[in-house]
C-alpha cells in the first residue's frame, strides 16, 4: 500500500497530531501572493448554503476552516467536524472550543460514513481525498449521506504543486523522494466525481509563494511524508 493512503501511518504517525500538518501551513499563511486567504475563499462556497444548513467535514485537521472565519458562521447551523485520526480531532476541540460555538467532532472514515441517507446540505474534504484508499467508495458515500440538491465541496492541488521543491528533494535523494501521488488532484479529479455527481465545476484559487526565508522550507520538508527517510 502508498503510504499517502495508509490509514495506520496516517493516524499514529503523519496525522497523530497537528504538529506536521502546521509546518506546511505556515509556509502558505505567510509566504501566499493572494491576500484574500485560502479558506475564506472556501468558505465563500459554504456562505452559500441555507441558513440552517447541516455540515459534515471529512478530515478537518485543526479545523483551522473554522477558527479563520469563525465570524462567517451562521447561528443554526449544524456542524459535524470528522477526521480518520483521533489526534486531529484533539486538535480541532482545542482549537475551536474557546470560540464558544457548538461543533461535534466524530472520528470517522471517509469509505464508511455512519450516517443515513440524505442528511447533509455539504460535505466538505479539503485537501484530503488523496489520502482515501478506495475513493470510489468513499464518493458512493458522500453521495448517499447528502440531500437532494446538496453541495460537496473537493479541494486539492494541481500536478505542479510545489514543482520546484520537489526537483531539489529528487536531485538531492532520489532513493528518498516520493512525490506526492496523482490519486487526486485540479487534473483528474473532475472525471473522478463525475460518475457521482450530476454536476461538477472546477474554481481555480489563483495563488503562489513567494518564499523568503530558508527555515520555512525545511520545517515543511521535515514534516513532510515524502521526505520521511531523509537525513
Known amino acids: 500500500m502508498c503510504i499517502f493512503s495508509d490509514q495506520q501511518y496516517l493516524k ?114 479539503n485537501h484530503m481525498l488523496y489520502h482515501v484508499p478506495d475513493r470510489s467508495k468513499a464518493l458512493a458515500e458522500i453521495n448517499r449521506v447528502l440531500k437532494l440538491g446538496g453541495r460537496l465541496i473537493a479541494t486539492t492541488g494541481g500536478e505542479r504543486h510545489l514543482k520546484e521543491m520537489n526537483g531539489w528533494l529528487k536531485r538531492v535523494n532520489v532513493k528518498a523522494f516520493e512525490p506526492m501521488p496523482a490519486g487526486f488532484t485540479l487534473e483528474n479529479g473532475l472525471d473522478q466525481l463525475a460518475p457521482f455527481f450530476s454536476q461538477v465545476n472546477c474554481a481555480r484559487y489563483p495563488d503562489n509563494l513567494s518564499v523568503t526565508e530558508v527555515e520555512p522550507v525545511m520545517a515543511y520538508i521535515r514534516s513532510s511524508i515524502r521526505t520521511k527517510e531523509l537525513s
Open 12 to 125: 499514529s504517525d503523519q496525522y497523530k497530531d497537528g504538529h506536521n500538518l502546521d509546518a506546511r501551513l505556515e509556509i502558505h499563511c505567510r509566504f501566499s501572493t493572494n491576500p484574500y486567504g485560502w479558506f475564506n475563499w472556501v468558505f465563500d462556497t459554504l456562505a452559500k448554503l441555507p441558513a440552517d444548513a447541516r455540515i459534515l467535514e471529512l478530515g478537518c485537521g485543526p479545523a483551522y476552516l473554522w477558527t479563520e472565519c469563525v465570524s462567517r458562521i451562521p447561528a443554526a447551523w449544524v456542524i459535524t467536524l470528522s477526521d480518520l485520526s483521533p489526534g486531529m480531532l484533539d486538535a480541532a476541540w482545542r482549537n475551536l472550543v474557546v470560540t464558544g460555538r457548538n461543533f461535534k467532532f466524530e472520528e470517522i472514515d471517509a469509505q464508511s460514513i455512519p450516517y443515513q441517507d440524505e442528511t447533509f446540505d455539504a460535505v466538505i474534504a
